[in-house]
């Protein structure tokens, strides 16, 4: 079975301060990643997703993931934090099995940045 | 382009009804996902469906169902609704593929009483 971890429920980060969300994944077989964003009373928007080459991916927003075999991580960074960047941020796996995939998602990391 | 599309946006239930859930995905996706999204489970996959056809299924009981249309638009159904419904109910619609994301609509809050 797949699973996704988020260890950290809320992290505080000050306007202008790189960011850090963690995410580690457990699968059998290549795993998809996938980071998305959700503000209040919003549906979850996608930021990025690791497939295949490069580990450090480029995203939306200024955000970018580094996709790390060995510890089974794809943590989601920023090098300068914005207010605006508050929300909600969710980091998902994705494996075929067959012809189908499913998404399974962390329990979700509450970001809080201040001025 | 237009996006992933729910109706109604907000719903309120009696325990026992059952209620219909609709989603229009983003014209030329295929696959359409529901997931439920409560503060103590989070995000839990339903089903998916592909061409009209139920490709994966989560562990919800027999009570959630769907369906999809030649069109690509989607219903779930709750039947015999209960209190631990009451949930954020969200649709995702995408190419199909493992490798492509997953793009969401602004979900349905539905509240059983």
């Known amino acids: 079975a797949q699973s996704v971890a988020q260890p950290e429920d809320q992290v505080n980060v000050a306007e202008g301060n790189p960011l850090t969300v963690k995410c580690t994944y457990s699968v059998s077989g290549n795993p998809y990643l996938f980071w998305y964003v959700q503000y209040p009373n919003r549906g979850l928007q996608f930021l990025l997703k690791y497939i295949t080459g490069d580990n450090l991916v480029k995203g939306s927003y200024g955000f970018e993931a580094e996709f790390n075999k060995s510890q089974t991580s794809f943590h989601l960074k920023k090098p300068s934090a914005l207010v605006s960047d508050s929300a909600l941020y969710f980091c998902?796996?994705?494996?075929?099995?067959?012809?189908?995939?499913?998404?399974?998602f962390g329990t979700g990391t509450r970001l809080q940045v201040t001025l | 382009k237009a996006g992933v599309t729910q109706t109604p946006r907000y719903l309120i239930k009696t325990r026992g009804q059952q209620v219909t859930l609709s989603c229009s995905p983003i014209?030329?996706?295929?696959?359409v996902s529901w997931y439920q999204q409560t503060p103590g489970q989070g995000l839990q996959f339903l089903f998916e469906?592909?061409?009209?056809?139920?490709?994966n299924k989560g562990n919800f009981p027999g009570r959630f169902s769907g369906r999809q249309f030649s069109n690509s638009r989607s219903e779930m159904n709750v039947s015999t609704l209960e209190l631990g419904d009451s949930a954020l109910y969200l649709c995702?619609?995408?190419?199909?593929?493992?490798?492509?994301?997953?793009?969401f609509g602004p979900g349905t809050r539905l509240t059983v009483t």
């Open positions: 469906y592909f061409s009209e056809t139920q490709r």
């Open positions: 014209s030329g996706h295929r696959s």
């Open positions: 995702a619609s995408s190419h199909g593929q493992v490798s492509y994301e997953q793009y």
């Open positions: 998902a796996v994705s494996v075929l099995t067959g012809t189908a995939s499913k998404l399974t």
